[in-house]
């Protein structure tokens, strides 16, 4: 595996006009699990090369103990990403992103408006700065994003389809422990205690979705999912629901609903949703 840990060293011969081989880009912030393995083993499948970075972005952090506590083990990392057999790792410094204030700030319209952007102010903003920077410098075919963060993924695939950004955006499936808790490198700041706690997110969703193919009332399925949720006292963020293929209200055109929900346990923030027929 090839490091490379500064925009200047990036091999000129990986760039899209010189290289042989179909490129695949799966971006982290590092603190690997399961499911950033899982999208390389995607990458992997789709792609002849991949390339995965490493990067605690500051931008996208709106709380700055949230930055500070989150979790960063490098040098357990490149060990995975060594035995996954992936061919480049990006690791850039803060100073190496950001190498001068920025004279662009992303006004993403509704996506700012609801779930992860009304909540987290200048999220997306901050996800789109290091996101757009990493697919310039890297001129991937393909990038791979989980659908754990389904927003995320839903504001980066509708921003590179308006630009036409030479590459495909590919999602991945959530994966979860056995008792239903979908992976997340948060997941090692909580307790015993607080990750039994937390598979509750996800049967609250699964409750949710039972209520909706009975009942089909989006209003109904969101209460039984809150009830759940408030009977093990967890302390919600939001509880939504949206059209899952755009993030916008449901209307009559919608085909999937997505229930999405962010909690607190332990003071570390969680998320999840699901994903349903209308
Ligand atoms: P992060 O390191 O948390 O920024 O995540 C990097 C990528 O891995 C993002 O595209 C996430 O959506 C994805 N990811 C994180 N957790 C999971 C999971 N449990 N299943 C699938 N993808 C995930």
Redesign the pocket.
């Known amino acids: 595996m090839v490091s490379i840990n500064k925009r200047s060293d990036f091999p000129a011969d990986l760039k899209r006009n010189h290289r042989k081989k179909s490129l695949g880009f799966v971006?982290?912030?590092?603190a690997l699990h399961e499911?950033?393995l899982?999208?390389i083993r995607a990458a992997k499948k789709q792609c002849e090369a991949v390339i995965c970075s490493i990067f605690v972005n500051p931008t996208q952090f709106n709380n700055q103990d949230d930055f500070e506590k989150y979790p960063r083990v490098l040098d357990e990392d490149l060990k995975l990403l060594e035995r996954e057999g992936v061919d480049y790792v990006f690791c850039p410094s803060g100073e190496d992103m950001y190498h001068r204030q920025s004279s662009i700030e992303f006004n993403v319209k509704h996506f700012d408006d609801v779930m992860e952007g009304a909540h987290r102010k200048g999220h997306f903003n901050g996800v789109l700065q290091i996101v757009l920077r990493l697919f310039n410098i890297i001129e991937p075919d393909k990038a791979f994003?989980?659908?754990?963060?389904l927003q995320?993924y839903s504001l980066i695939k509708t921003v590179s389809e308006d630009l036409f950004l030479p590459l495909e955006i590919v999602g991945?499936p959530?994966?979860r422990s056995d008792d239903g808790l979908?992976?997340?490198?948060r997941n090692r700041r909580l307790s015993h205690e607080g990750l039994g706690l937390a598979k509750e997110l996800n049967v609250a969703l699964s409750k949710a979705k039972m209520s909706y193919n009975t009942f089909h009332d989006v209003l109904k399925a969101k209460q039984v999912g809150v009830s759940h949720l408030d009977e093990k006292g967890i302390v919600i963020e939001y509880f939504e629901e949206c059209d899952a293929d755009n993030f916008r209200a449901p209307n009559s055109d919608t085909q999937r609903l997505a229930l999405c929900l962010a909690a607190d346990i332990e003071g570390v923030r969680l998320i999840d949703n699901i994903v349903f027929m209308k």
């Open positions: 971006p982290t912030m590092g499911g950033h899982t999208l994003f989980g659908l754990k963060d995320q991945v959530t994966v979908a992976l997340s490198s």
